[in-house]
């Protein structure tokens, strides 16, 4: 199977959700959670449990563990390509506010792709 572009979902100020959460985590699952990231480029929509997760309405989950602490990074796919819209830490379900967040980033992302992706500078 072909690699997966991975994209991360830019805000209207250019800004990355996922890169402001990821700056917050600790190194360890910060690493962990770059990995699964990796992961995802490379099996795209063959990524399966426990390593991902389709929620609803197209969000997947990325799932990363440490400590006993749940870290989700929530994702959807367009075209061919895999667009992570932002990351959070959950205890028992993912939240449905989250869901719908990723969902108002995806119909974002469909409307205008080239001003929702993350540009590296």
């Known amino acids: 199977m072909p690699e997966t572009d991975v994209l991360l979902f830019a805000e209207e100020d250019g800004s990355a959700p996922l890169l ?3 700056d917050d985590l600790p190194p360890k ?4 959670c770059i990995v699964r990231i990796e992961r995802l480029a490379q099996l795209g929509h063959e990524l399966r449990r426990p390593e991902a997760d389709l929620l609803r309405d ?3 989950e ?3 563990r440490h400590q006993g602490v749940h870290y989700r990074m929530l994702y959807f796919f367009h075209e061919r390509r895999a667009v992570v819209t932002h990351g959070l830490m959950k205890e028992d379900r993912v939240p449905e506010s989250d869901i719908d967040l990723a969902l108002r980033r ?3 992302f469909t409307e205008a792709p080239q001003q929702h992706t993350h540009k590296e500078e």
């Open 58 to 60: 197209g969000i997947h």
């Open 62 to 64: 990325l799932r990363v």
């Open 20 to 22: 402001a959460w990821l």
């Open 106 to 108: 995806k119909a974002a």
């Open 29 to 32: 699952v910060r690493d962990k």
